[in-house]
């Protein structure tokens, strides 16, 4: 299996951004779909971004479309969630997750590989 390491994590206001990172192990890495998936308190993980082995196609949950943007960079094995206009109800935990097959997919159930996850506090 992959390691997956997240950073980028933190505290911020309402309104700003954060870029989280995902570093991953594997050298085949361009072969895997990457995801992020959040987990609010008192809530279940949820999907936010996904994106092929190639980063030719993404995939967004409605909740974070036009705010949050999925990147890779296959020569550093690396994943990014760039996250703009943040919202209270975006604190969350987020993770990494890696699926052994290049096509993206939106359910956490495909994902076989998963990071330990980075908090991110949006305060108002």
């Known amino acids: 299996q992959v390691q997956l390491v997240e950073s980028g994590g933190g505290l911020v206001q309402a309104g700003g951004s954060l870029r989280l990172s995902c570093a991953a192990s594997?050298?085949?890495?361009?072969?895997?779909?990457m995801g992020w998936f959040r987990q609010a308190p008192g809530k279940e993980r949820e999907f936010v971004a996904a994106?092929?082995?190639?980063?030719?196609?993404?995939q967004y949950a409605d909740s974070v479309k036009g705010r949050f943007t999925i990147s890779r960079d296959n020569a550093k094995n690396t994943v990014y969630l760039q996250m703009n206009s943040l919202k209270p109800e975006d604190t969350a935990v987020y993770y990494c997750?890696?699926?052994?097959?290049?096509?993206?997919?939106?359910?956490?159930?495909?994902?076989?590989?998963w990071g330990q996850g980075t908090r991110v506090t949006v305060s108002s």
């Open positions: 997750a890696s699926r052994r097959i290049f096509i993206p997919s939106t359910r956490e159930s495909d994902f076989g590989s």
């Open positions: 594997r050298r085949t890495f361009s072969g895997y779909a």
């Open positions: 994106i092929s082995g190639d980063g030719g196609n993404t």
